[in-house]
């Protein structure tokens, strides 16, 4: 089971925004409307940030966004805060293999 | 409000057993799917396993089927994990997940803080 692409690290200044990806294929992040990404400080349990590719939960600010195009999906986090450094994951639905989760990407807040 | 609180968690030698439990609280069990991820030293979160709510769909990754085996009791509104001829690639976090909904997977929506297992001789 092969894992999601996402870059190793990101990284911004207060205020601005952030863009993060996720990189499957037709038989997961293409196929299915089921990506979800989920925030994990070290230490602590995740925390669900999106689901259904664009949907937040209740409790997520506005700031947190997700989109797709084809077999990539991406995170953005607009008016970045100290707070939003984290580890950030993918996960896709991934049909008979269930769930398939991205490498993570580390967000700092410079 | 909601919580997951796992247990069972130790060091245990390779090839031996080991049974977690997830205590769920504050919704109705019944009504959502149920998963196991586990974060290894130094790694991402991998999925383990999941069980839609009422225990008719089983899903497994590929480097623990045949080996680990998910299930549920709505009567003690707990989740488990039994964990046999363990290797110590399994050595990790292991965290209890709630789904969004009943079926077999849409996302993880609620964690619990893990349970660490060791495989070491």
């Known amino acids: 089971q092969s894992a999601l692409t996402q870059p190793a690290s990101v990284s911004g200044s207060p205020g601005q925004s952030i863009t993060i990806s996720c990189t499957g294929t037709?038989?997961?992040?293409?196929?299915?409307?089921?990506v979800s990404w989920y925030q994990h400080h070290p230490g602590k349990a995740p925390r669900l940030m999106i689901y259904e590719d664009t949907k937040r939960p209740s409790g997520v600010s506005n700031r947190f966004s997700g989109s797709k195009s084809g077999n990539t999906a991406s995170l953005t986090i607009s008016g970045l805060q100290a707070e939003d450094g984290a580890d950030y994951y993918c996960?896709?639905?991934?049909?008979?293999?269930?769930?398939?989760f991205g490498g993570g990407t580390k967000l700092t807040v410079l | 409000e909601v919580q997951l609180v796992e247990s069972g968690g130790g060091l245990v030698q390779p090839g031996r057993s080991l049974r977690l439990s997830c205590a769920a609280s504050g919704f109705t069990f019944n009504d959502y799917a149920m998963h196991w991820v586990r974060q290894g030293p130094g790694r991402g979160l991998e999925w383990v396993a999941s069980i839609n709510w009422n225990s008719d769909v089983l899903g497994y990754a590929d480097s623990v089927k045949g080996r680990l085996t998910i299930s549920r009791d709505s009567a003690k509104n707990s989740l488990y994990l039994q964990m046999d001829g363990l290797r110590t690639d399994d050595t990790a976090l292991y965290f209890c997940?709630?789904?969004?909904?009943?079926?077999?997977?849409?996302?993880?929506?609620?964690w619990g803080q893990g349970t660490m297992v060791t495989v070491s001789s």
């Open positions: 037709s038989s997961d992040v293409g196929t299915y409307n089921l």
């Open positions: 996960c896709s639905y991934a049909g008979t293999k269930f769930a398939r």
């Open positions: 997940a709630r789904d969004v909904g009943p079926g077999d997977y849409n996302a993880f929506h609620t």
